[in-house]
């Protein structure tokens, strides 16, 4: 167990304390069940690898803004502020996580990283930095869908001698300016952050396109799309891909002559295999335009130039690779069989694995309907569960 002077920066190291309830990851989702908890009388403790809350809003890109309304983005007990506007930015999204931790009093311990998590006698045992074990009634897993940046080892990649980059690690264009940039992938960073490129000043800006996306306008007449995503939810996937594919008609121009298709499956139907839509920020028009350009996927590397599925070679000063993540679960919680086959929990919000009861998880799902709605949905059922 934790040495006793430990015992005040670890609320429930002493067995003859009340066990909280330990949350892992002081971002949004964390947060949220934390302040839900409380709100139940349930003593929670959050504990966060970094030395801030938000850690992760904190590395993106400076442009981002949540393709979410601001009414249906707040966390449990605090609406967010109306001077944020509609589309709320990074940096406020940050200050929203601040005071929402500060406003709801919550029991946050910064700088410790929770390794691994196993069954103790009906309670729970977390491995924790410096050789800390913390023990707590129940726990709740929130280090987040964005957890550890995805790089694919292409062939070749060592031969490459331009900047290649993951995108957590662009921030803005401004280093970029003249230069000549390949964005790999095409979801809602990768699409964004070649947005931001040419409105930034690079001189070409090529998007490596795998699967072609579904695009839909962030609002059309005022409706924003999070709203539809919520709606159509409990429909069948059939009558969404219909109605998709023709709202996609009707709002989106063919982009086949500039290298984007319309795809070939329904938008429900890749969303429920994992695959949100991009939400235009500005990449129809700046397509459109020919100011970006659609190519093949990246395939490898091979003396130094970029080799493209089609065959294309190119010699892009900088490829920023917009690969994704992994949730990096398994060390956690993997041995506790809570896993699918892709690295996800089985169960989310207020149910438990039945081989592991008292183990939440918040904030691995990537719905249409909006991230941060569903973490605070999930808070409430797992606080009611727990309370």
């Given at each position: 167990m934790a040495d006793e002077k430990d015992n005040d920066r670890f609320p429930g190291t002493d067995r003859t304390n009340h066990r909280p309830v330990y949350v892992v990851g002081g971002g949004p989702g964390g947060l949220a069940a934390a302040a839900a908890l409380?709100?139940?009388?349930v003593r929670a403790v959050v504990l966060e690898k970094s030395e801030s809350v938000g850690a992760s809003w904190r590395r993106h890109y400076d442009r981002l803004h949540l393709h979410t309304t601001r009414r249906l983005s707040a966390l449990p007990g605090?609406?967010?502020?109306?001077?944020?506007?509609?589309?709320v930015s990074r940096d406020d999204v940050v200050r929203y996580l601040e005071k929402y931790a500060e406003f709801h009093e919550l029991e946050i311990v910064t700088g410790v990283e929770v390794s691994r998590i196993e069954p103790a006698g009906g309670e729970w045992l977390l491995h924790a930095t410096g050789g800390r074990e913390l023990t707590g009634r129940a726990v709740v897993v929130a280090t987040g869908h964005n957890h550890t940046p995805r790089l694919p080892d292409w062939p070749g990649r060592e031969t490459y001698g331009g900047e290649l980059l993951h995108a957590r690690d662009y921030r803005d264009p401004a280093p970029y300016a003249g230069k000549d940039v390949l964005v790999v992938g095409v979801g809602n960073t990768g699409a964004e952050i070649a947005v931001d490129l040419v409105e930034g000043g690079a001189a070409r800006v090529r998007l490596a396109v795998r699967t072609v996306p579904h695009i839909v306008r962030r609002s059309t007449a005022g409706w924003p799309a999070q709203r539809t995503g919520i709606l159509v939810r409990r429909l069948?996937?059939?009558l969404v891909d219909k109605a998709g594919a023709l709202m996609s008609r009707v709002a989106v121009p063919d982009l086949a002559a500039q290298g984007l298709p319309r795809p070939d499956t329904g938008l429900y139907s890749r969303v429920r295999q994992g695959a949100i839509p991009v939400q235009d920020v500005g990449l129809i028009?700046?397509?459109r335009a020919g100011r970006v350009e659609p190519v093949a996927a990246l395939e490898s590397f091979d003396d130094g130039k970029a080799v493209l599925a089609d065959g294309t070679r190119i010699s892009p000063d900088t490829v920023i690779a917009a690969t994704g993540y992994r949730r990096a679960l398994e060390g956690l919680v993997g041995h506790l069989g809570v896993l699918d086959e892709q690295g996800r929990p089985v169960v989310h919000g207020g149910r438990t694995p039945k081989q592991a009861p008292g183990l939440y998880f918040t904030g691995f799902t990537n719905p249409i309907s909006g991230m941060l709605r569903e973490m605070a949905?999930?808070?409430r059922r797992i606080a009611k569960a727990l309370a």
């Amino acid at each position: 167990m934790a040495d006793e002077k430990d015992n005040d920066r670890f609320p429930g190291t002493d067995r003859t304390n009340h066990r909280p309830v330990y949350v892992v990851g002081g971002g949004p989702g964390g947060l949220a069940a934390a302040a839900a908890l409380r709100g139940r009388g349930v003593r929670a403790v959050v504990l966060e690898k970094s030395e801030s809350v938000g850690a992760s809003w904190r590395r993106h890109y400076d442009r981002l803004h949540l393709h979410t309304t601001r009414r249906l983005s707040a966390l449990p007990g605090l609406p967010m502020p109306r001077s944020f506007g509609r589309w709320v930015s990074r940096d406020d999204v940050v200050r929203y996580l601040e005071k929402y931790a500060e406003f709801h009093e919550l029991e946050i311990v910064t700088g410790v990283e929770v390794s691994r998590i196993e069954p103790a006698g009906g309670e729970w045992l977390l491995h924790a930095t410096g050789g800390r074990e913390l023990t707590g009634r129940a726990v709740v897993v929130a280090t987040g869908h964005n957890h550890t940046p995805r790089l694919p080892d292409w062939p070749g990649r060592e031969t490459y001698g331009g900047e290649l980059l993951h995108a957590r690690d662009y921030r803005d264009p401004a280093p970029y300016a003249g230069k000549d940039v390949l964005v790999v992938g095409v979801g809602n960073t990768g699409a964004e952050i070649a947005v931001d490129l040419v409105e930034g000043g690079a001189a070409r800006v090529r998007l490596a396109v795998r699967t072609v996306p579904h695009i839909v306008r962030r609002s059309t007449a005022g409706w924003p799309a999070q709203r539809t995503g919520i709606l159509v939810r409990r429909l069948p996937v059939r009558l969404v891909d219909k109605a998709g594919a023709l709202m996609s008609r009707v709002a989106v121009p063919d982009l086949a002559a500039q290298g984007l298709p319309r795809p070939d499956t329904g938008l429900y139907s890749r969303v429920r295999q994992g695959a949100i839509p991009v939400q235009d920020v500005g990449l129809i028009d700046a397509v459109r335009a020919g100011r970006v350009e659609p190519v093949a996927a990246l395939e490898s590397f091979d003396d130094g130039k970029a080799v493209l599925a089609d065959g294309t070679r190119i010699s892009p000063d900088t490829v920023i690779a917009a690969t994704g993540y992994r949730r990096a679960l398994e060390g956690l919680v993997g041995h506790l069989g809570v896993l699918d086959e892709q690295g996800r929990p089985v169960v989310h919000g207020g149910r438990t694995p039945k081989q592991a009861p008292g183990l939440y998880f918040t904030g691995f799902t990537n719905p249409i309907s909006g991230m941060l709605r569903e973490m605070a949905i999930d808070a409430r059922r797992i606080a009611k569960a727990l309370a």
